[in-house]
Every structure is written in C-alpha cells, then in structure tokens.
C-alpha cells in the first residue's frame, strides 16, 4: 500500500466496467472510492464486489471520475464540475473532441477538467465483468487541452499510475484521429465484413478459418454503444474510411480486368501496403517478426500442455507468447510458442530429445 | 496402417507447403508417394522430411497430385493428363474456376481430373514448414463439375481422408464464390486496413489493442501469391467487394451529419449486421456462447501457466481453448480458459481454492 501515489477521495460516476474496474483497482491500493450510478442495482452490485462504498452526505471528493455512457458524459462532467467546486473531474469516454466542445457550450469550468482514455476493455460490459487488473500495463490517454495543463491534473495521473495503466499524453484532437484509426475503423471493418457473411450459404461459412474468424471477431459488438462513439468521432473516422474505400474502388477496376496493365500492380500494391501497414504495429502478436515460433504437437489434453510448458520452463527457456490451436473433436492439437530467436534451435533440440514431436518451427 | 483406404501410387508435383505435407502424412499411413519440383531443393528436402522419394523411370501412379503456384496450375495438370493417360489427377490450389476454363482451353482430357482445395495452410510455406497434421479436421473441398463424377473420382477422396481431412462436395462455382466469401475478400479487408496505418503516428499505432491486431494478422500475407489468387477468382470477389463499398458510402453519408435524420440508425444497422453475421460463425474462437470463459491470473511465466494447467487437468475439467493475453514488459498475464458453461462454476471455486486468482468469469 506504501506504493501508493493517489491522496484524493476519488468519487466514481457509474458502475458499468470501466467505473467498478477503477473502483476495485483503488481498493486494492488501500484508497478511498465512492461509487454512484444512475441504477442502484449496479452500485449495490459494484459494492458488493468490494469496489468502494455509497456516497453520503457531508464527502467531499477531490477527484471525480465520470464512467459513464459516452454520450451522457459532458453533461454528467458539467454537473459534477457544478456540485463540486473544488473537486477535479476527468471522464474515460472513448471520443475527447465532442465532450470538451459540449462541455464549453455549456459554460462548464474546464479549468478542472480533463479527459482521458483508457485503451482497455472486454467484450462483456457492467460491473460483473468489472476486474481490478483491467488497466495493468494498458495505455490511458491524457487528452490535454487549452483549459488545463498536465500539472494541475497531475492527480489524475496519479490515479492511471494507482490502477496499473500507463499514462500517454496526447491533445483532444490527436488522441481523437488515434482512436479513430486503431479502433473505429476497424470496428466498422470489421462489422462491414461480418455483414457480408449473412449471404454465404451454410456450406461456404463451413469453410470459415482462423483469418475470417480474427477479422470479424469484434463485430459482435453492441450496436448501441457505437452508434455514440461513431458519431461523436464521425470526422476522423469518415476521413479514413474515404481513404479506404477509395482503395477499394481502386481494387474494383483492376478485378473488372485483371488482365489490363496495371491492374495486377494495383492488387500487389494494396497487399503491400498492408504488409507495411502491420509491420508497424509492435507486440508480439501474429506473425511478429521479433520472435521464432516453433509449433509442437501435443494430445488435446490440459496434462500434455501442461507438462510442455513445464519442460520449458526446467530448460530456462522465457516462453514470450504461446497460442494453442486445434480443430473441433480432433484429438490432436498444435501449440504454437514464440521465443527470442537465440533460443529457438536449442530449444527444438532439447524438446525432440525429451520427446516432443515439433511439427514447425520458423 | 490397416485404416488406410488409398491404394494408388500416389505422385505429389510440387514440394512446397501443401504438397510436402501430403507427402509427409501419406508416409503416415504407409502409402507410396514420390515427390517432383522445378526446385531439385526442394525435392531433396521434402524427401529428407520423409514425404516420399523422387519419382523414377517406370513408376506408374494412380493418382497426381498437383501442387504448385495458382498461376501454373492448369499447365502443370495439363501436362500430367498428357503424360500417364490413366491416371487420375487433381490439383489444390485455392481457385477453381479459373483452372477448369484454362484446361478446357488446353484441350485436356478432364474426364480423369477433379480440382480440390484443402482449407489448409500456415503463414509460412516451403517444405520446411510442412507438417503430416496440417490437413487434420479441415475441410477440403471436392470441386465437382460436368466432366467427372464424384465415384470415379473416388481415389481423391480416399487421400483426402487418409490425410485426415473432412470431403466437401462443391461445385466449381460454389467453391469459388466460397472461398471469395471466407477468404479473398478477407484478405483485401485486411490490407486495406493494414494500409491505412502507415498514415498513423507512432503514438498512435503505440496504442492498438488486440482488436486491430488481430483485424490486420493475415495482412503480412505474399502480395505475390494473392495477386495470382484474386485475380483468378476476380468477378466473385469483386462482386462481395462491391457490396462492402455500398455499406461503406452508406456509413460514409452517415458520418458526414451524424445528427440527420435515419444517420445514427444506419450506422446501427451495419453494426447490427454484423452481429448478425458473426453469429453464424461457427466454432470456438471469439466470444463463441457455446462455452465459458473464466480469466486467470498469473505471473507472466511459463511455469506458473504449466501449474494452472496441470492443477485444471488434475480437476478433471477438459479445456475447450485456451488464450494467453499479456501486455509486453508487463509482469503478469492473463489466461482465458474456455469450458463447458457446467463446469465454470465449481472450476472457479476450485481454482481460488487453491489460491489462483480468477479475474473474470463469463
């Protein structure tokens, strides 16, 4: 608890994931968390998993954190600006521009605010689905704007420091462009391809591999929740999406023949440019260059897996990633594991000779 | 070996990828296979692997497997009708259409030929990445048409499932408009997203989380291999294609003012339409509703991950996937284990009994 940076009474507006999370990442930091929420359900809920208790009367929090949906927040800031005149206010809307533009129209005090953006989350929403390692070494983005400096809110810092997250300072308008670009469009990507799937028959979706299920995994998002987020970011986001589709019209002539010259070029040139578009991404996901995978073959069973990452870890070897990969009622599976390319060739030796059967290594 | 159904010496032209890992499962069951290459190499590697021995003056095969780049397929098959005018032969390359119209151009006896396509493949290829299991519950399609039946194409379907893939009848067109579906337009999604963030700052890329990640993966793909693709299978893809441009205008006049009338409510219905085709998925990866979800903490090492393992094995629970989730320099991770939704509530008791630390169940 020494570690501890955050001093402030923080006062959290709604329950939903992102609110409880911060609540139980601040309990387990020994601070003072209040919760409210439009639905007394929800805070009754977010309590109960121990992620702070009510407001009452007479609390005077010295930093207010508004979780709520994006497109009830600068009204909920305004009002928390208003109640509490000494208080700092931040919210974690996932779209800056729109809120601090409301917030001046409704002549709020921007002097004591500051928006930020966790880039972190679940696929399952509400306080259930809250968990207090959810920001633990994820970006959170400061949005600075005219208003406020960096110091003056350096509580709010604190508090991204507190839950485990890693602070990165951007102006509204730039973390705006950002998001816009590794989150919405993909989002609508992702959902313009899942649409078209409704016309494959039920034989052609049977052929659905890994790359379809990846690029199509977030559609399953919830309609509501990004209509709003959409819309309050609709510039950004329209002015890639136009670079996209213009792409794509630029595809559509080369397939309308693909034997006209150019038109081959054109479709390498496209799959180029996402070969270096990816190549930017860092991590250690997909075909990240950093690392050799070597694939081995185990049965379909925890104990084998088991004991493969045992035997790795008694050969000192720091597995970086591992993705487990097997069909459906095959009694086989791969387990593919990334590991710094120096250890990969004395790694494959050792395993072969404990008796693992590596189907592939890079 | 007594399971084996294929009797037919069967050749393999190409010692790539696909046709090395023929190969190498056929040796598996005991069948004779010989191998050929433009590529002495890579015969000689493919053999060294044990995918078969080079093919020799007198051999008489049953069976011709034709394994080589898209643009030369038909050729290759061609000649190989041309050469042992009593074998049956077929080819794996993952367009059709475009392979039947050239071997009736090429005046070729397609009474013996049958196309199929393997749902099958690794991002790296060559023999060496060739392994017996890759075909193991993937699904390969049979590509029927006009001048064969499927009964005389009865030896194809025996190697299929010796190798252990599951038979699909198709047409050549349904397979085309197939695979367009499930993965070429896929692919052009993918590069096409990929792309637009090279126009990214590094601070932005600095923040893409697992859903661009995993949107972009077979973005890395050879520009080379999908020019030769796409452009054989060009009016399908173009015609799916097509569509996602529409939606995309759509979404486009949308965003242009997101506060007219029926704007928000056509972003919804993409979103919608999204869900809706996602759902029909089917399978075990994404947020498949058929099983449980519970997330585990550990520290970010392989022995810790092993011990979860083993103690889950030793539960008796049987995994369905697993999915280990890390932040890079982070000290801990998270591993999602998906179970049969009967066994998640006393698998989480149990687990925190022994003291694990369950940050999340579904």
Known sequence: MSDRRLTEHVHIIGAGLLGTSIGLALAEKGAEATLADVSPTAVRLAVDYGAGRPLKAGDEPGLIVVAVPPDVTAESVARALGENPDALVTDVASV??????ELHELGADVSRYLGTHPMAGRERGGPI????????????????????????????????????GVPIEMSVEEHDRSVALISHVPQLVASAMAARLSDGSNKAIGLAGQGVRDLTRIASSDPGLWVQILSANAEPVASILTAMRDDLDTLLAALADPEALGARRAIADLIGAGNAGVARIPGKHGDDRRFAQLVVM????????ARLLTEIGELGVNMEDLRLEHSPGAPIGFVEVSVVPEAEASLVEALQARGWRIAGAS
Request: charged share 25%.
């Open 298 to 305: 185990i049965d379909d069973s925890p104990g084998q897996l």
């Open 129 to 164: 689905s809250a968990r207090a390692d959810l920001f633990v070494g994820r970006p959170w983005v400061l949005a600075g704007h005219d208003g406020i400096n960096y110091r003056r809110a350096g509580a709010i810092e604190d508090l991204i420091l507190d839950v485990g």
């Open 96 to 101: 800056k521009g729109s809120v601090l533009a």
